[in-house]
């Protein structure tokens, strides 16, 4: 069993910056692949981005590209999305989620844990 603690979230204006920031209570944390989805209200949870444990390879969301950036530090069990160039339609609740293994993947479906979310919003 995982535990993720979600933090960071607030209020920006457009163009503005935000990271948010997870914690996992786990010994193997490296063995974990690391995801950051959303979800605004009304809408399905989406996919933003994602990181392996063992090397570091990241992936994102076409929407977000270019734009965020997800960070892992495995001796700290966190997992960080730096967020810049912030658009309304970012505003949602932020959820950092954990799958069991290093198989890249943006399904939702097979990720094992998450966290309670942190809400992001971006006024224009």
């Known amino acids: 069993q995982v535990q993720l603690v979600e933090s960071g979230g607030g209020l920006v204006q457009a163009g503005g910056s935000l990271r948010v920031s997870c914690g996992a209570s786990?010994?193997?944390?490296?063995?974990?692949?690391m995801g950051w989805f959303r979800q605004a209200p009304g809408k399905e949870r989406e996919f933003v981005a994602a990181?392996?444990?063992?090397?570091?390879?990241?992936s994102y969301a076409d929407s977000v590209k270019g734009r965020f950036t997800i960070s892992r530090d495995n001796s700290k069990n966190t997992v960080n999305l730096q967020m810049n160039s912030l658009k309304p339609e970012d505003t949602a609740v932020y959820y950092c989620?954990?799958?069991?293994?290093?198989?890249?993947?943006?399904?939702?479906?097979?990720?094992?844990?998450w966290g309670q979310g942190t809400q992001v919003t971006v006024s224009s």
């Open positions: 989620e954990a799958r069991v293994g290093t198989i890249p993947t943006s399904q939702r479906s097979r990720y094992h844990y």
């Open positions: 786990t010994r193997t944390f490296r063995s974990y692949y």
């Open positions: 990181i392996s444990g063992s090397d570091g390879t990241a």
